[in-house]
């Protein structure tokens, strides 16, 4: 998940916004290599939906977004890319009303940068994010390499790099605190066994991974949709 930079008249004229509003998203990022670009989007219902999208000037930016009041919360996405080929880096952006958040950092990778913001959900996805973000930038390198150049040896270290980043998700699941947001990420990734069945490979271990619930956790809509993901809703495993 690529591009900023307004106009000073225009970043003036949204900054002032910004002063009434109940819920904003600061950015400040700098060091950008030449040719990024930074893309914010709102995603509803897993689309995506482009509200700034331009190119960094200078490689610096200092941008505010009105978020505005929304009482059950949003999905943000800040990502860069390098404008003349396939690479690419983002971070999710937690929105709720009474919480500004503010993103900072240097460099092109969005997982490098800091998202600040006292929503709880928005700090769970941060620690995700540390868990995993190493990989995930190497992934991501490969994977533009892979797409830009091809050849077998190439796309094996792609692979072996994807393997490693899915190692690294469960690895977080097995070992982050389970809390709402724990469950709800678990619950997501639970889903595939709707479409695909059991013999998936991940299973065994999501069934491992089902243990660290309480009952009290079993007993939430988000536990409730893990069960059934796992178990067809039929059993609450042992």
Same mark, same amino acid.
């Given at each position: 998940?690529?591009?900023?930079?307004?106009?000073?008249?225009?970043?003036?004229?949204?900054?002032?916004?910004?002063q009434?509003a109940?819920?904003?998203?600061? +950015? %400040?990022?700098?060091?950008?290599?030449?040719?990024?670009?930074? #893309?914010? !989007?709102?995603? =509803?219902?897993?689309?995506?939906?482009?509200?700034?999208?331009?190119?960094?000037?200078?490689?610096?930016?200092?941008?505010?977004?009105?978020?505005?009041?929304?009482?059950?919360?949003?999905?943000?996405g800040?990502?860069?890319?390098?404008?003349?080929?396939?690479?690419?880096?983002?971070?999710?952006?937690?929105?709720?009303?009474?919480?500004?958040?503010?993103?900072?950092?240097?460099?092109?990778?969005a997982?490098?940068?800091?998202?600040?913001?006292e929503?709880?959900?928005?700090?769970?996805?941060?620690? +995700? %994010?540390?868990?995993t973000?190493?990989?995930k930038?190497e992934? #991501?390198? !490969?994977?533009? =390499?892979?797409?830009?150049?091809?050849g077998?040896?190439?796309?094996?270290?792609?692979?072996?790099?994807?393997?490693?980043?899915?190692?690294?998700?469960?690895?977080?699941?097995?070992?982050?605190?389970?809390?709402?947001?724990w469950?709800?990420?678990?619950?997501?990734?639970?889903?595939?066994?709707?479409?695909?069945?059991t013999?998936?490979?991940?299973?065994?271990?999501?069934t491992?991974?089902?243990?660290?619930?309480?009952?009290?956790?079993?007993?939430?809509?988000?536990?409730?949709?893990?069960?059934?993901?796992?178990?067809?809703?039929?059993?609450?495993?042992?």
């Open positions: 998940m690529k591009r900023i930079l307004l106009l000073t008249a225009i970043a003036a004229i949204a900054l002032t916004a910004c009434k109940e819920t904003t998203i600061s +950015f %400040n990022i700098t060091d950008l290599p030449e040719g990024t670009v930074i #893309e914010i !989007l709102k995603w =509803e219902e897993d689309v995506g939906e482009t509200f700034f999208d331009s190119a960094a000037v200078n490689g610096t930016f200092c941008y505010t977004y009105t978020c505005g009041s929304n009482s059950a919360g949003a999905i943000y800040v990502s860069s890319r390098n404008g003349n080929n396939h690479l690419g880096s983002g971070r999710d952006i937690y929105v709720k009303s009474g919480y500004n958040t503010t993103v900072t950092g240097s460099g092109f990778y997982e490098n940068w800091t998202v600040e913001s929503n709880p959900r928005q700090q769970f996805s941060n620690k +995700f %994010n540390d868990a973000k190493d990989i930038i992934y #991501e390198r !490969l994977h533009s =390499e892979a797409i830009d150049n091809g077998p040896e190439l796309i094996e270290k792609y692979n072996e790099a994807q393997a490693k980043y899915n190692e690294a998700c469960w690895t977080a699941m097995e070992t982050l605190p389970v809390d709402e947001y469950l709800e990420a678990f619950a997501d990734a639970t889903d595939i066994i709707n479409d695909e069945g013999d998936w490979p991940t299973y065994p271990r999501m491992e991974i089902y243990k660290r619930l309480s009952d009290a956790d079993k007993a939430t809509p988000a536990g409730k949709q893990i069960t059934k993901n796992l178990f067809g809703g039929e059993k609450a495993a042992e």
